[in-house]
């Protein structure tokens, strides 16, 4: 479970913002809006091929 310590004097909105960093970090929220609905098995795969190829185009244009 992630956690933040509230220092002393600290005001709650800057608290706020390093669990915000933390979570998004962790890849908390990303995780829960996956197992939001169920996504079959063909769908999971599209989207991992989709990805991919994506990162393949963005790294051909990085080495030309």
Same mark, same amino acid.
């Given at each position: 479970?992630t956690?933040?310590?509230?220092?002393r004097?600290?005001?709650?909105?800057? &608290?706020?913002?390093?669990?915000?960093?933390?979570?998004?970090?962790?890849?908390? !929220?990303?995780?829960?809006?996956?197992?939001?609905?169920?996504?079959?098995?063909?769908?999971?795969?599209?989207?991992?091929?989709l990805? &991919?190829? !994506?990162?393949?185009? !963005? &790294?051909?244009?990085?080495?030309?």
């Amino acid at each position: 479970m992630t956690q933040v310590n509230v220092r002393r004097g600290e005001p709650i909105e800057r &608290a706020l913002r390093r669990f915000k960093k933390k979570i998004d970090k962790e890849g908390i !929220i990303r995780q829960m809006k996956r197992h939001e609905s169920y996504e079959k098995p063909s769908q999971r795969k599209r989207r991992k091929r989709l990805r &991919a190829i !994506i990162k393949r185009k !963005i &790294a051909e244009q990085e080495n030309l």
